[in-house]
Nanobody, 126 residues
Framework: QVQLVESGGGLVQAGGSLRLSCAPS????????MGWFRQAPGKEREIVAA?????????YAVSVKGRFTISKDNPNKNTVYLQMNSLKPEDTAVYYC??????????????????WGQGTQVTVSS
């Protein structure tokens, strides 16, 4: 069964940084659209950032633009990272990575993603 495994979450003070990693169980994920999402208690899951499978195109939610960076490792581009800087208490959530195996472009629609990781908790204290 195809899996995505997230790591790197934890507790950090406001203004601090964390880097999340998403490692797929198959190398073929290097060509799929990938995204990071988050879900805070009592709120709907929302997109944080996305990266295209076939190019270096990226997308960021307004709330994280300029603070978060999504990237892929070199050279195989199979692992996806989310570098989170200048963290705020409102960034506290469970963060999920996901893949859209039917697209190689930049995908921002949550429902199009068909493979999800188990999530990793990020807690930012004030």
């Amino acid at each position: 069964q195809v899996q995505l495994v997230e790591s790197g979450g934890g507790l950090v003070q406001a203004g601090g940084s964390l880097r999340l990693s998403c490692a797929p169980s198959e190398r073929s994920f290097s060509n799929y659209a990938m995204g990071w999402f988050r879900q805070a208690p009592g709120k709907e899951r929302e997109i944080v950032a996305a990266i295209a499978g076939s190019s270096s195109s990226t997308y960021y939610a307004v709330s994280v633009k300029g603070r978060f960076t999504i990237s892929k490792d070199n050279p195989n581009k199979n692992t996806v990272y989310l570098q989170m800087n200048s963290l705020k208490p409102e960034d506290t959530a469970v963060y999920y990575c996901a893949a859209d195996r039917s697209n190689a472009g930049l995908i921002t629609v949550l429902s199009w993603y068909d493979v999800w990781g188990q999530g990793t908790q990020v807690t930012v204290s004030s």
